[in-house]
């Protein structure tokens, strides 16, 4: 885990040190909203670093971080799409790009590694050389509006891997974190305020609902609580859709058995549901359900103050005519002693799915009891 505490006590001082020369802007100007907009899409990412190092375990072991295949898709696709930079070929262009990272050592007499190195004055050199616990600074803003620049950093090559090693979860996190941010932004700048109100008069429960969404089906009965949203588009579908029993009037025991076994098994429960709720309007023998092509991972998590299982996974149509991914969450309420199962599937054939079910997932996290 990164030492925050250590490293946030240097941020406002060492935040003066480093661009006082080069990187200050030419006009003068402080204010981000007079610079131009960031570029390029949200899942992009550019690496500044010396190209040497690159190609050695620095480079690789940052590749292997932010390329690593998302789960629960059904064709690999990696969580960032990478493009490595010389520090030479950064210009005014690239420099717009959303997600910037910048690796470096005080080791090295490369061209590379001195221009990198031009970006931070003696004293904050000083410093780094001298405090080993400082290890990343975050930039926004930098070059464009709406950036994210990060920069790691080590007195030699072999503690800046180490450091990048040990706290790989952390430096992932912290992009990831932003590109929700960035999602939400985009996808609940307009919501549907009159399904929103109808979901909360009819469940008690509250969602966001981005614009574009209709009520497919809603059922509000003493043994059979549900609704279901989509998204038609002429690619694709987006479908979100709950469950939930109480205790006593359970129909489904494995819903709450799901979080008493050590090997989590959510297929019966989802299989339940499909059957029963998402049918073919017109062929009513055609159900979702399940592939058995991948696993379905499963962890349990806190959502919100309340245990919860999430999941990943592939679904398909009876007839095999349809599938793609989903991601569920089977949320306890000890409170109401009532379980919700809480889901996003997508159709898009032949699209990639990774911006899809990022959109799904923003969605998800807006359900609150």
Same mark, same amino acid.
């Given at each position: 885990m990164l030492n925050r505490i250590k490293i946030i006590s240097y941020l406002i001082s060492f935040s003066f040190l480093l661009f006082s020369c080069d990187e200050k802007p030419k006009s003068g100007i402080t204010n981000p909203s007079f610079l131009p907009n960031a570029s390029g899409e949200n899942n992009e990412m550019l690496i500044i670093m010396d190209s040497t190092k690159f190609k050695g375990k620095i480079g690789r072991e940052l590749v292997d971080i932010y390329s690593s295949y998302i789960s629960g898709l059904p064709q690999p696709e990696p969580r960032y799409d990478l493009r490595y930079i010389k520090p030479r070929k950064f210009n005014s262009i690239l420099k717009h790009?959303? =997600? +910037?990272?910048?690796?470096?050592? @005080?080791?090295? =007499?490369?061209l590379d590694s001195e221009i990198l190195r031009r970006n931070f004055n003696s004293e904050s050199l000083d410093k780094i050389q001298s405090d080993s616990s400082l290890f990343y600074f975050v930039r926004r803003n930098q070059y464009a509006r709406g950036q994210v620049v990060l920069y790691l950093f080590s007195e030699n090559d072999d503690d800046l891997y180490s450091k990048i090693k040990r706290n790989r979860n952390s430096i992932l996190k912290f992009f990831d974190d932003e590109l929700k941010k960035r999602v939400d932004t985009e996808i609940f700048r307009k919501v549907e305020n009159n399904l929103m109100d109808k979901i909360f008069t009819d469940h008690n429960i509250k969602i966001k609902i981005p614009y574009g969404y209709d009520l497919a089906k809603s059922i509000n009965e003493e043994n059979s609580n549900f609704f279901w949203l989509r998204q038609l588009d002429l690619e694709y579908d987006k479908n979100i859709f709950l469950y939930y029993e109480d205790y006593s009037n359970s129909e489904l025991k494995n819903f709450y058995d799901v979080f008493n076994s050590s090997d989590i098994n959510i297929k019966p429960v989802r299989s339940y549901i499909s059957k029963k709720y998402l049918r073919d309007s017109e062929k009513s023998k055609i159900f979702m359900d399940i592939q058995d092509v991948f696993? +379905?991972?499963? =962890?349990? +998590? =806190?959502f919100k103050g309340n245990l919860a299982i999430e999941s990943r996974g592939l679904w398909k149509l009876s007839d095999i005519s349809a599938g793609g991914p989903f991601l569920s969450k089977i949320i306890y309420d000890s409170k109401l002693k009532r379980v919700y199962y809480l889901e996003g599937y997508v159709y898009a054939p032949g699209l990639k799915k990774r911006g899809l079910m990022q959109e799904i997932s923003s969605i @998800?996290?807006?359900f609150e009891l």
């Open positions: 790009a959303k =997600n +910037i990272v910048v690796a470096f050592s @005080l080791e090295g =007499n490369s696993p +379905i991972q499963s =962890n349990k +998590i =806190n @998800l996290m807006t």
